[in-house]
C-alpha cells in the first residue's frame, strides 16, 4: 500500500491563481481530512469527508473547495489564492471499527507559498 | 467545547534522560487519544493510542502514555531520549460524535547531545 499520497510537494502561487491540491489513498478509508499548519502552530481543519458525496467544512474552510467523488481522491482547490493561504497542507485518512480503527494516517505534506 | 490542551511549547531535555510531554483534553464523552510525532519537513505519524481498556498504553520507539479520566490528562513519557526523538508532539482527541479530530498546538522537543 502507498498510503496517502499527495502532490504536488511545494508549489508557488501568484495572488489570485487558482490550484488543486491531490490527496490520495488506496486504504479504503471512510474518513478523509485536510489540514493547514502554518509555522509554529498545530493543525487547523479546513475541510472532511466522511464518504464518498458527503463533505462538510472544518474550522477554517474560507478560500477552498473539496470534492469526493470516490472513496480513494480528496481534492482540495484554491480560489484566488492569497498570500494567508500560504501553508503547509495535510491531508489525512481514517476508518471507523476494527483493529486500528480511527488512526489517522497522514500524507507527506504540500508546501504552498502564495506571493 | 472539545478541546485539547499541550501546555509546554517548547521541552528542551539531555539524552538518557525522561521524557514527559503534558496533555489535557475536554471531552464530554470517552475519549479516543492519541499521540502522533513530527520530525522537520514530514508528515505526522502515529505513536500511539488509546480506546479503552488499560490505561497505560505503549507505542513505538519506546514510547508510552497513560490515560487519567480523573485529570482528563493523556501525557506521553519515555524513559530514556535518544537524539532521534527531537521532533514535534502533538496531542489528539477523535470527537466519534462530529467526525472530527482536535489536535494541541503541539510540543517541540529539542535533544541535548
Known amino acids: 500500500n502507498a498510503g496517502v499520497t499527495q502532490t504536488p510537494k511545494f508549489r508557488i502561487l501568484k495572488i489570485g491563481q487558482s490550484m488543486t491540491l491531490q490527496c490520495t489513498q488506496d486504504?479504503?478509508?471512510?474518513?478523509m481530512y485536510w489540514y493547514r499548519q502554518d509555522p509554529g502552530m498545530g493543525l487547523k481543519l479546513i475541510y472532511y469527508?466522511?464518504?464518498?458525496?458527503?463533505?462538510d467544512k472544518g474550522e477554517v474552510p474560507n478560500g477552498y473547495n473539496v470534492s469526493r467523488s470516490t472513496t480513494e481522491d480528496f481534492p482540495l482547490r484554491l480560489e484566488l489564492a492569497a498570500p494567508s493561504q500560504t501553508s503547509v497542507y495535510f491531508c489525512?485518512?481514517?476508518?471507523?471499527?476494527?483493529?486500528?480503527?480511527?488512526?489517522?494516517?497522514f500524507g507527506p505534506g504540500t508546501r504552498l507559498t502564495v506571493t | 467545547a472539545q478541546s485539547v490542551t499541550q501546555p509546554d511549547i517548547h521541552i528542551t531535555v539531555s539524552e538518557g534522560a525522561s521524557l514527559e510531554l503534558r496533555c489535557n483534553y475536554s471531552?464530554?464523552?470517552?475519549?479516543?487519544l492519541f499521540w502522533y510525532v513530527q520530525s522537520p519537513g514530514q508528515g505526522l505519524q502515529l505513536l500511539l493510542k488509546?480506546?479503552?481498556?488499560?490505561?497505560l498504553v505503549q507505542g513505538i520507539k519506546g514510547f508510552e502514555a497513560e490515560f487519567k479520566r480523573s485529570q482528563s490528562s493523556f501525557n506521553l513519557r519515555k524513559p530514556s531520549v535518544h537524539w532521534s526523538d527531537a521532533a514535534e508532539y502533538f496531542c489528539?482527541?477523535?470527537?466519534?460524535?462530529?467526525?472530527?479530530?482536535?489536535f494541541g498546538t503541539g510540543t517541540r522537543l529539542k535533544v541535548l547531545a
Open positions: 489525512a485518512s481514517s476508518y471507523p471499527g476494527g483493529v486500528g480503527s480511527y488512526e489517522q494516517y
Open positions: 486504504m479504503n478509508h471512510n474518513y
Open positions: 469527508s466522511v464518504g464518498a458525496g458527503i463533505t
Open positions: 471531552y464530554g464523552a470517552t475519549p479516543y
Open positions: 488509546y480506546f479503552s481498556g488499560d490505561t
Open positions: 489528539a482527541v477523535f470527537t466519534s460524535g462530529t467526525y472530527k479530530y482536535i
